[in-house]
């Protein structure tokens, strides 16, 4: 029987921090993601080109897009860790693909919406083109997780 990468794992803490965080590995985990956090921050200040008006509005809701972000993440993650507890059971039942199936759908539609709604909150702070790159630069990061997952979970069998 196979089993799940440790990316997969490591991907499923970074999403589900909250659902599955533990003592020790807890501290560990948040350091990590408050790195991570950090990091994507340096990123789209780096690449947003805020005047001093603007920064004063965006990075608030910057902010609360993050923490909205974070409750799709730990969807996210939590279908995951059940997918990968199905598939080291060996051969996933169709009932069980189907309902992980669903969950993942409505993450998606859940991520999107969100997406939709801070575009609107932060067109009304910044011009269209900067609104755009910010949307392009989350699109990147997501991607780029993403893409990690996507080779590391194997398909379902």
Known sequence: MKRLPIFVLA???????PVIAQEA???NMEIFMQKVKADKKLLVATNMELTDAE????WPLY???QKDLEQVNGRLGKVIKEYADAYNKGPVPNDTAKRLLNDALAV?????KLKRSYAEKVEK????????????IENK???AVRFGLAAA???VY
């Open 11 to 17: 991907a499923t803490a970074i999403f589900a921090t």
């Open 25 to 27: 590995a807890n501290t």
């Open 55 to 58: 920064a004063k509005a965006f």
């Open 63 to 65: 902010d609360a897009y």
């Open 108 to 112: 998606e539609e859940a991520e999107l």
């Open 125 to 136: 702070v910044l011009p269209a083109t900067k609104v755009a790159r910010y949307i392009q």
């Open 141 to 143: 990061v997501r991607a």
């Open 153 to 155: 979970i194997p398909l």
